[in-house]
């Protein structure tokens, strides 16, 4: 099993940063890919950035330019720091990992347990 857990959310003013943190840990041969998503009340979860082997970064057209997406192989931990926040930027930031647990063997999606975002107009 994989265990995924997030930190770095909380309250901030708008035009504030926040950076958070994932952490994977437990049983898989290889981490494909790491991203976070992102909740508000109402809404779909959406992708908000992610990053694939060979560093292939995507990131949602509404935080391009403000957010920014990297990962440490070694530590199999993704960080995204969040700058120039928008009160729309306010929801619960869940981090997603795809990993195998052989070599060529099917991925898995597993998924943190979320951190609250809050931005202040």
């Known amino acids: 099993q994989v265990q995924v857990v997030e930190s770095g959310g909380g309250l901030v003013q708008y035009g504030g940063s926040l950076r958070l943190s994932c952490v994977a840990s437990g049983t898989f041969f290889k981490i494909h890919a790491m991203g976070w998503h992102r909740q508000a009340p109402g809404n779909q979860r959406e992708l908000v950035a992610s990053?694939?082997?060979?560093?292939?970064?995507v990131y949602a057209d509404s935080v391009k330019g403000r957010f920014s997406i990297s990962r440490d192989n070694a530590k199999n931990t993704v960080y995204m720091q969040m700058n120039s926040l928008k009160p729309e930027d306010t929801a619960v930031y869940y981090c997603?990992?795809?990993?195998?647990?052989?070599?060529?063997?099917?991925?898995?999606?597993?998924w943190g347990q979320g951190t609250q975002v809050t931005v202040s107009s």
């Open positions: 997603n990992v795809i990993a195998d647990k052989a070599l060529g063997g099917p991925q898995f999606s597993y």
């Open positions: 990053i694939r082997s060979g560093d292939i970064i």
